[in-house]
């Protein structure tokens, strides 16, 4: 695969709700994004941003329009196959971190690779490699009670990337984080970015942030302008 | 370890107070269905070694069109040497007319051999006046049922008149009294079996042989074997039906009673498991997000279920059995005069392999009612489920 050939591809994408009235929250949507990108989605609440990430990020199916990705078209594959790709290919980071409260840090990051089948040995170094990345080796045996909102955001960051995914999708990752938290965060998965060549895409409000990204997505009731 | 067994026992480990809560139910539950299943075990057990003691465990009749056993001597041999056969014991029986002064009565008057009879259905325990065996010592003697006598109006010395259409009229003179407490005690009469040929004029021949068994549960493949030597012969299962019906409603009444506790029981783990489902919304959003399946996610929550049912069964039964054992020990103060007089210990039967199926089968059990939460977590939307928080 060339570097010119798209991991994610959007044709017409088109999302509807049907709530009495049409209510189009993703209105024919064309964009590419090639490997290694860093790409910032900034828009007002409401305008489509989170229905973007869960049409990309596979949790979410499209009224019409084509979805590729890694020259794919996953519009139209089973619960068993969308889940093996996010399982593969995606790691996702919330607004909320939703860790599993009754699991360690390192446990939390290892959840990704047994859910893929791997061991648990094989698991813990690549968890125990990723909390050292996002400086967290003395809380690995932390449950997220005893951690604070941006540790668990970071853990959360390394659970994304412990299935080596192409892709990194990032929901308001820093939404609830004070800005200075926030600014670190931001920080730390633009070194991830750079470090790995993995595909980020990452919603913000913070223009500042995301004057810094490689393209700039701004979306206003639900159409897409590419900066 | 898979993730969603990994998961099942932690959840279930965090919420270690509706844990302990829903294994203590289930196993409270299960517990009494032990004991009670125990119990009924024994007490059945007493009536089959009460009622089925003293019945034929096998009865022989003659072959299809005939009146009567020749040469029964050597069926009598052959049947003897069949592995687990205890006793056999031909008999000459009809129907007779008894008349006393001027009462009169019919009933069935038994030819048999006293000895051989008495292995059969121990008569001889049950005689209030007389002797058993005095039928074969003097010619033309009975034995009746303390019932016939109290309607004959007849004592021990009396003689009655014996006859029937085709028979040959007799006179009898009454040498005991039995009573079993049946209502064998109206209908029945014993006399030795040269007496009954004369009567019946049979020579040398019976009508039906008994069978004593040392396991009365070999009944029907006792009675198959005999078939084979060319005579009608059936198991007690066959003849006394009633009695396996009595235990048969009782069984399954208790069953029904105690099984329901359990589901009972069981369904408090539903309602947990729910709410369970409902405060993990966004961590199964987000086990949605790392790619676990739906059936992963059911997977999950049918373990719990399944989990808490195993411990609440091991642990119900292991208490069952111990109770049930301690019951077993009490001592029942005698009472001769009561029919039950010869137990003295509460009857407690407790089997191996019906304890593996309790606890497999609400094992199972648990395994399905978990079914209907981990319906409710797959069926979360899990764009939904992630956005709450
Ligand atoms: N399940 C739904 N049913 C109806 N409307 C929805 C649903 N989910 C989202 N929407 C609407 O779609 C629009 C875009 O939502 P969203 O993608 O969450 O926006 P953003 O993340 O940019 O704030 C909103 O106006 C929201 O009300
Ligand atoms: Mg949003």
Aim: with cysteine; proline share 3%; aromatic share 6%.
């Amino acid at each position: 695969m060339t570097d010119e050939s798209p991991v994610i591809e959007l044709k017409n994408l088109t999302k509807v709700y049907q709530n009495g009235v049409e209510f189009r929250t993703l209105d024919n949507a064309n964009l590419r994004i090639k490997k290694g990108e860093f790409v910032a989605i900034v828009g007002p609440s409401g305008s489509g941003k989170s229905t973007l990430m869960h049409l990309i990020g596979l949790l979410d199916t499209p009224s019409s329009g084509t979805l590729l990705i890694d020259g794919k078209d996953v519009t139209k594959m089973s619960d068993k196959e969308r889940s093996g790709m996010r399982n593969r290919i995606l790691g996702f980071v919330f607004q909320y971190h939703h860790l599993l409260p009754d699991f360690t840090a390192l446990e939390n990051v290892m959840m990704p690779l047994l859910i893929a089948g791997k061991s648990r040995e094989k698991a813990k170094d690549v968890a125990e490699k990723l909390l050292k990345e996002v400086g967290l080796e003395g809380r690995m045996e932390h449950r997220p009670g005893e951690l604070s909102g941006g540790q668990n955001q970071r853990v959360a960051i390394a659970r994304a990337l412990s299935c080596s995914p192409a892709i990194v999708l990032g929901d308001e990752p820093t939404g609830n984080l004070d800005t200075k938290t926030g600014d670190m965060i931001y920080e730390l998965l633009r070194r991830l970015n750079k470090e790995y060549n993995q595909t980020f895409i990452v919603v913000t409000h913070n223009e500042d942030l995301a004057s810094k990204a490689d393209i700039i997505i701004r979306l206003v009731d639900g159409k897409i302008t590419v900066q | 370890m898979r993730y969603e067994l990994l998961i099942a026992l932690r959840q279930l480990r965090a919420r270690k107070f509706q844990t302990l809560l829903s294994v203590g139910a289930i196993a409270l539950a299960v517990m009494i269905l032990t004991v009670s299943h125990s119990l009924l075990l024994g007490v059945t057990g007493e009536i089959y070694n009460i009622t089925v003691d003293k019945l034929p465990h096998v009865s022989v009749s003659p072959e299809e069109g005939e009146d009567y056993i020749y040469l029964y001597g050597t069926l009598v041999g052959r049947i003897g040497s069949i592995e687990g056969v205890t006793a056999v014991s031909p008999f000459l029986t009809g129907q007779a007319s008894f008349r006393f002064k001027d009462n009169s009565l019919n009933c069935e008057l038994r030819g048999v051999v006293p000895s051989q009879e008495n292995e059969i259905s121990s008569i001889e325990e049950d005689m209030v006046e007389g002797s058993f065996q005095e039928i074969e010592f003097s010619r033309n003697t009975v034995v009746i049922g303390s019932k016939l006598a109290e309607k004959l109006e007849v004592n021990p010395g009396d003689s009655v008149d014996v006859s029937f259409p085709n028979a040959n009229l007799l006179s009898l003179r009454v040498v005991g009294i039995f009573h079993t407490g049946s209502p064998l005690d109206e209908v029945l009469a014993y006399t030795s079996l040269g007496t009954a040929r004369e009567f019946y004029d049979a020579s040398n021949a019976v009508n039906g042989v008994s069978v004593r068994l040392r396991d009365f549960n070999r009944d029907t493949e006792v009675a198959n074997e005999i078939k084979k030597l060319g005579y009608n012969a059936k198991g007690w299962t066959e003849t006394d039906p009633a009695i396996l019906r009595f235990i048969a409603i009782e069984s399954t009444s208790n069953a029904v009673i105690y099984g329901l506790i359990v589901v009972i029981a069981s369904f408090g783990v539903v309602s947990t498991l729910n709410l369970s489902v409902i405060s993990a919304k966004g961590q199964i959003g987000m086990l949605r997000a790392m790619g676990a399946q739906v059936s992963g996610i059911q997977r999950i929550f049918i373990l719990q279920s399944g989990i808490l049912g195993l411990l609440g069964a091991l642990f119900g039964t292991f208490a069952g059995v111990l109770i049930a054992l301690a019951i077993g020990q009490y001592e029942i103060p005698a009472d001769p005069s009561d029919v039950y007089g010869s137990i003295s210990f509460i009857p407690i039967v407790v089997r191996f392999q019906d304890i593996v199926f309790i606890i497999f089968a609400v094992f199972l059990l648990n395994l399905i009612t978990g079914v209907y939460p981990a319906r409710q977590a797959a069926k979360l939307d899990p764009v939904k489920a992630i956005s709450s928080k």
